[in-house]
């Protein structure tokens, strides 16, 4: 696909003037996401929610993390039921956005097992300082349990006991971008192009690391995914999320015993390395408005990906996690009770008619299977003893 030229941000000639004239693909993502003057999120300039650029669950109402509190409470309990030897429970985020889910979280574990008040604390891992200004001014309002910030370097150092959350963030790291044309393969760059005094950036075919060619060798060799796939056309372009095997090898040394939940945009290697799919699953978010050209306002857009199922149950088994099992948004949601909350609207009077819709058309938009209920949950566990057994409420038969 060729994208439409893009004018290149006064900020960005010089991040990419001063690594030579061009970068990858990978850098590009991170800078237009996370560099700390300009980046989108790193400047705090992105929303999040119904009147931001994009919709995640929690944005929509609490329902979300009042659903995902029966599950993390499950967990919380099984712990303690456990022998582990532990004070507190951590409840951690990665990737908190606008602080949303921490707080109603929070809220609903502490309203549904009150027991659990003075045994847990909240741990909200945010990489963007703009973002975490925000999530400071929703957080910091919870009074029954400790909040605080802190990092995976610093975690490392005094691991915990709990549950980790990382609802649609993984999206966000940045990928690289592989082309396989001819019968080569190359990595994508971007680079500047200069016309009549104007900057505009423009897509370029580097070399690939040998960590691409790592990448490419370990997934044929042990998920049988072939690069490229038979049948493509004469230009073939995906991605691969490089970062998430060292996050999970750093979250594993995070948690002593627990469990892990990462719910994200995701799919299988056959649909996702498919012949069909000739330009990798990438997009750029803003305002609500979805497009395929990633160059577009650099800096002013959420650049999302999608993570490949198998590749990602792999980096985690191959760093120190169990796997607990894995299921779409939707099915999970309604494992968990949701229809018990669509079925109480009924009960509303009609002077609450106009919250009720909103309310059902939230519950109705995170099982929408075109839409969030699509969305997959992973679940891993870490456990020291090896006789830890945590529930799976959210891979049970639907509560009708
Ligand atoms: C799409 S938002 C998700 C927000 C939130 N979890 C939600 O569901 O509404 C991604 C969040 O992850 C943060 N982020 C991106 N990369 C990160 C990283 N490596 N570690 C921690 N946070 C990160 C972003 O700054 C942003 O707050």
């Not at 908190?96 to 009150?114: F, H, K, N, Q, Y």
């Amino acid at each position: 696909m060729i994208d439409p030229i893009a004018r290149c941000p006064e900020w960005l000639i010089d991040r990419i003037v001063n690594r030579g004239g061009s970068i990858s693909f990978y850098e590009y993502m991170d800078l237009v996401l996370n560099d700390p003057e300009n980046g989108f999120y790193a400047t705090g300039k992105l929303k999040i929610g119904k009147s931001g650029d994009f919709c995640t669950s929690p944005s929509l109402s609490n329902d979300f993390a009042r659903l995902l509190a029966i599950q993390v409470v499950d967990w919380l309990l099984d712990l303690e039921k456990s022998k582990i030897d532990s004070e507190l429970f951590s409840i951690i985020e990665i990737g908190p956005g606008e602080g949303t889910l921490s707080r109603d979280l929070i809220m609903e574990i502490v309203e549904i097992a009150p027991a659990l008040t003075n045994k847990i604390e909240l741990i909200l891992v945010e990489l963007n300082f703009g973002m975490r200004r925000r999530q400071e001014k929703v957080v910091n309002n919870l009074k029954d349990v400790n909040c605080r910030w802190s990092n995976i370097e610093d975690l490392i150092l005094r691991p915990v006991n709990g549950v980790i959350i990382a609802n649609e963030v993984l999206d966000a790291f940045p990928v690289e971008r592989l082309i396989f044309s001819g019968s080569k393969v190359f990595r994508q760059g971007v680079s500047l192009k200069k016309i009549n005094d104007v900057y505009f950036l423009e897509f370029v075919d580097l070399k690939p690391t040998s960590e691409i060619i790592e990448f490419l060798e370990e997934s044929n060799s042990l998920l049988k995914i072939e690069f490229p796939p038979k049948h493509i056309c004469d230009r073939w372009v995906t991605e691969w999320h490089c970062d998430v095997q060292s996050w999970l090898a750093k979250l594993s040394k995070v948690l002593i015993n627990g469990s892990l939940l990462i719910v994200d945009y995701a799919m299988e290697s056959k649909r996702y390395y498919n012949a069909m799919r000739n330009d990798g699953t990438l997009i750029s978010y803003r305002d609500q408005v979805a497009t395929p050209n990633l160059l577009k306002d650099a800096g002013l857009c959420d650049l999302t990906a999608h993570l490949c199922i198998e590749s990602t149950i792999n980096y985690a088994l191959t760093n120190g996690w169990k796997f607990m099992g894995e299921t779409r948004q939707g099915q999970a949601l309604l494992a968990l009770g949701l229809s018990t909350f669509l079925y109480s609207l009924q009960n509303i009077s009609s002077n609450d008619l106009s919250a009720a819709l909103n309310r059902r058309e939230s519950l109705l938009r995170l099982v929408d299977p075109m839409g969030l209920g699509d969305f997959r949950w992973m679940a891993f566990q870490k456990d020291n003893s090896n006789d830890l057994i945590l529930g799976k409420r959210f891979l049970e038969e639907p509560i009708s």
